[in-house]
C-alpha cells in the first residue's frame, strides 16, 4: 500500500487558527529540492517554528507540548498558494493524518488525497466549535469518521458532516494512490483488452 488505510479516527488535535496560510509557510520554498516523500516534516511551518538561529519559537503551536495529535486544525483557506506537492508531504510526514479547516485550496486538497491526508472541509461554525472546544481543553478529542463521512467533538454531540470524491475515498480506505488502484484492477484491465476487439 502507498499508506496507512484510513477509517476512524480518533485523535487530540493541533490548532492553529490562522486564516489564508499558504503552501509557502507550509513547506518554505527553499526546502522543495528533494524529490522522495521524506524529511519533509522536519520543516512543516519552518519560520513560524524556527528562529533564524534554528532556536524554537516557543509561542508557535507546535513547539507547544500542551498540543499534539494527528489532527491539524487550520484557519480557513488552508493550503492556498502555488501547487506544490511538498506541502501535503510535510503535513504527512509530521505525522498529520488529518487537516481540518472551513475551505480548503482545492489543489492542496486533492495532494492530500493523493498521499493519505483526510481533508475535512466543515462549516465555519462547527469549525469554531472546535477551535473553542480544544482552547477549554487540549485533550479534546475529534472522531474522524470517513466511511460515514461525519467528524465530530468526542464526548458531545456536535458533529458535522464532509464530502469527498467517492473515487479518493475508495483509495483512502484501502490506503491507494492511484498506481495502487490500477494494479488492483489490473486483472479487470487485462480482461477488458483481451475482450475488445481492435
Same mark, same amino acid.
Given at each position: 500500500?502507498?499508506?496507512?488505510?484510513?477509517?476512524?479516527?480518533?485523535?487530540?488535535?493541533?490548532?492553529?487558527?490562522? &486564516?489564508?496560510?499558504?503552501?509557502?509557510?507550509?513547506?518554505?520554498?527553499r526546502f522543495l529540492k528533494a524529490t522522495e516523500r521524506k524529511g519533509f516534516g522536519? @520543516?512543516?511551518?519552518?519560520?513560524? $517554528?524556527?528562529?533564524?538561529?534554528?532556536?524554537?519559537?516557543a509561542d508557535f503551536v507546535l513547539n507547544n507540548p500542551t498540543y499534539s495529535g494527528?489532527?491539524?486544525? #487550520?484557519? $480557513?483557506?488552508?493550503?492556498? #498558494?502555488?501547487? $506544490? &506537492?511538498?506541502?501535503?508531504?510535510?503535513?504527512?510526514?509530521? #505525522?498529520? $493524518?488529518?487537516?481540518?479547516?472551513? *475551505? *480548503?485550496?482545492?489543489?492542496?486538497?486533492? @495532494?492530500?488525497?493523493?498521499?493519505?491526508?483526510?481533508?475535512?472541509?466543515?462549516?465555519?461554525?462547527?469549525l469554531n466549535e472546535v477551535f473553542e472546544a480544544i482552547d477549554k481543553d487540549p485533550?479534546? &478529542?475529534?472522531?474522524?469518521?470517513?466511511?460515514?463521512?461525519?467528524?465530530?467533538?468526542?464526548?458531545?454531540?456536535?458533529?458535522?458532516?464532509? /464530502?469527498?470524491?467517492?473515487?479518493?475515498? &475508495?483509495?483512502?480506505? @484501502? #490506503?491507494?494512490?492511484?498506481?495502487?488502484?490500477?494494479?488492483?484492477?489490473?486483472? /479487470?484491465?487485462?480482461? *477488458?483488452?483481451?475482450?475488445?476487439?481492435?
Amino acid at each position: 500500500m502507498a499508506y496507512d488505510s484510513f477509517h476512524t479516527l480518533k485523535s487530540t488535535a493541533v490548532p492553529l487558527p490562522i &486564516e489564508n496560510v499558504d503552501t509557502d509557510q507550509i513547506i518554505p520554498a527553499r526546502f522543495l529540492k528533494a524529490t522522495e516523500r521524506k524529511g519533509f516534516g522536519d @520543516n512543516l511551518f519552518r519560520d513560524w $517554528r524556527y528562529n533564524q538561529d534554528n532556536s524554537p519559537k516557543a509561542d508557535f503551536v507546535l513547539n507547544n507540548p500542551t498540543y499534539s495529535g494527528k489532527i491539524l486544525v #487550520g484557519g $480557513r483557506n488552508f493550503g492556498s #498558494g502555488s501547487s $506544490r &506537492e511538498h506541502a501535503a508531504w510535510a503535513v504527512y510526514d509530521y #505525522g498529520f $493524518r488529518c487537516v481540518v479547516s472551513s *475551505f *480548503f485550496a482545492d489543489i492542496f486538497k486533492n @495532494n492530500c488525497l493523493n498521499i493519505g491526508v483526510l481533508p475535512v472541509q466543515v462549516s465555519p461554525e462547527f469549525l469554531n466549535e472546535v477551535f473553542e472546544a480544544i482552547d477549554k481543553d487540549p485533550k479534546t &478529542e475529534l472522531i474522524v469518521d470517513l466511511p460515514n463521512q461525519k467528524i465530530q467533538i468526542a464526548g458531545t454531540q456536535s458533529s458535522n458532516s464532509f /464530502e469527498i470524491n467517492s473515487y479518493k475515498k &475508495e483509495n483512502m480506505l @484501502n #490506503g491507494y494512490d492511484d498506481i495502487d488502484f490500477l494494479n488492483n484492477i489490473k486483472s /479487470e484491465i487485462q480482461d *477488458f483488452a483481451n475482450n475488445t476487439p481492435l
